[in-house]
Structures are given as C-alpha cells and as structure tokens.
C-alpha cells in the first residue's frame, strides 16, 4: 500500500469516527432533552464535542507525524507527544469553560464525553482488527 493510500485511508478511518462519534452525542443528548430537559441534554453534547474535539486533533496530528516521519522519526515523535500534551489541556480548558464559565450540568457532560472518548476508543480497536486480518 502506498503512502498516499494509507493517508487516505487514515483519513476516511478518522472521519467515520467522528461521525459516529457526533452522532452517538446527539443521540445521548436527545435522551438527556427527554428526561431532563434542554440545558441538560446541551451540557451532554458539549461533553461529547470535548471528545469530536480531541478525536479530529489526534488525526490532524497523526496526519503531521507521517509527512514529518518521511524526513525525521524523532521529529514524528515529538509531534506525537506534544500533540498529546495539546489534547489533554484542551480537555481540561473545555471542562473548565463548560462547568465553570457556562454552568453546565457536570455529570451529563462528563456522560457525554465518557460515552464519546468509549466510542472513540471502540472504534480504534475495530480499525486494528481489520487490519491485522487484511495483512494476515
């Protein structure tokens, strides 16, 4: 497989994922509008944006490490982990915006998020799967 046919196929991966990923947020947040109301099911799909936010960074970064990898492994790294350090403050600084700034409902949002990241994390295994099992 080629380069640019494995950029693409990251690319699509990521993309499923986060449209997965978006709609199991609408989906949590249409059950938190049903049984608690509208600010309650807007705090969860801001918990599940946090986790749409990360997911589409990590790719993006993924994206930088390969180009960077081409010329340097160590510079790939060094995206790699600062990409991770990004994600984990934005976490924080969106957590912080949604409970503190907005008042959100703290635990509806951590759902939302929770949920989300679990999906995120199914997905990823999924898409090793199938890919041990195709190079086998």
């Given at each position: ?15 499923k ?47 930088r ?23 984990f ?48």
């Amino acid at each position: 497989m080629s380069d640019s046919e494995k950029s693409s196929e990251l690319a699509n991966n990521a993309k499923k994922t986060i449209l997965l990923q978006l709609g199991i947020s609408l989906a949590i947040a249409a059950g938190f509008l049903l049984k608690d109301g509208s600010w309650v099911a807007i705090s969860a799909f801001y918990g599940g944006l946090v986790s749409v936010a990360t997911t589409t960074m990590l790719s993006r970064g993924i994206n930088r490490a390969s180009v960077a990898a081409e010329k340097s492994a160590q510079m790939s790294q060094v995206i790699l982990y600062l990409g991770a350090v990004v994600r984990f403050v934005l976490v924080l600084v969106m957590f912080g915006i949604g409970l503190g700034a907005l008042e959100m409902a703290a635990l509806p949002l951590i759902i939302g998020f929770v949920i989300t990241q679990l999906v995120f994390v199914l997905m990823a295994g999924r898409q090793g799967r199938e890919k041990q099992t195709s190079a086998e």
